[in-house]
C-alpha cells in the first residue's frame, strides 16, 4: 500500500520506460560511435609512428655507417642494401646529394604513406660527413 499512486498504479508507465530505453539507446550509439573514431585515430596513429620510426631508422643507418654516404638520385628503400623493410603502405625513398662544402653529404628520407584515403608525407634529412 505505501507504494500505490493516487488511482491504486503500481510501478513505471509504458511512456516512461519507453523514454528511459530511448536515452538507453542512445547512450550506448553514442559510445560505440565514440570507440570507432577512437580506433580509426589509433591506426593513424600507428601508421604514421611506423612511417616516421623507418626515416628515422634509416637516417641512423647512415649517420652509424658514414662509408655507406655516397651521391646517390632519389632511391626507393626497397632497392637499397641497408637491411630496412618498409611496413605494408609506406613507402620510402632516400637522397643523398653532397653539401656545399665537400666532403659533406645531404642524406634526405622522404616516407609516404596513406590513411583513410588521404596522403600523408614527411621528409626527414641531416648533413654528415662521408667517408
Same mark, same amino acid.
Given at each position: 500500500m505505501f507504494f500505490q499512486g493516487r488511482l491504486g498504479e503500481k510501478g513505471l508507465g509504458l511512456?516512461?520506460?519507453l523514454a528511459a530505453m530511448a536515452?538507453?539507446?542512445l547512450g550506448v550509439t553514442f559510445i560505440f560511435g565514440?570507440?570507432?573514431s577512437a580506433a580509426a585515430w589509433n591506426q593513424e596513429a600507428a601508421r604514421s609512428t611506423q612511417a616516421i620510426n623507418? #626515416? /628515422?631508422?634509416i637516417? $641512423? !643507418?647512415?649517420k652509424a655507417r658514414p662509408d655507406q654516404i655516397r651521391a646517390r638520385p632519389e632511391t626507393a628503400v626497397s632497392n637499397l642494401d641497408i637491411g630496412m623493410e618498409e611496413p605494408p603502405?609506406?613507402?620510402? #625513398? /632516400?637522397?643523398i646529394t $653532397? !653539401?656545399?662544402?665537400?666532403g659533406l653529404y645531404q642524406v634526405t628520407v622522404r616516407?609516404?604513406?596513406s590513411v583513410q584515403g588521404v596522403e600523408r608525407n614527411e621528409v626527414l634529412g641531416c648533413v654528415w660527413p662521408g667517408s
Amino acid at each position: 500500500m505505501f507504494f500505490q499512486g493516487r488511482l491504486g498504479e503500481k510501478g513505471l508507465g509504458l511512456l516512461e520506460v519507453l523514454a528511459a530505453m530511448a536515452l538507453l539507446a542512445l547512450g550506448v550509439t553514442f559510445i560505440f560511435g565514440s570507440i570507432s573514431s577512437a580506433a580509426a585515430w589509433n591506426q593513424e596513429a600507428a601508421r604514421s609512428t611506423q612511417a616516421i620510426n623507418l #626515416a /628515422v631508422g634509416i637516417i $641512423e !643507418y647512415y649517420k652509424a655507417r658514414p662509408d655507406q654516404i655516397r651521391a646517390r638520385p632519389e632511391t626507393a628503400v626497397s632497392n637499397l642494401d641497408i637491411g630496412m623493410e618498409e611496413p605494408p603502405g609506406v613507402t620510402a #625513398a /632516400v637522397t643523398i646529394t $653532397e !653539401y656545399h662544402i665537400p666532403g659533406l653529404y645531404q642524406v634526405t628520407v622522404r616516407v609516404r604513406w596513406s590513411v583513410q584515403g588521404v596522403e600523408r608525407n614527411e621528409v626527414l634529412g641531416c648533413v654528415w660527413p662521408g667517408s
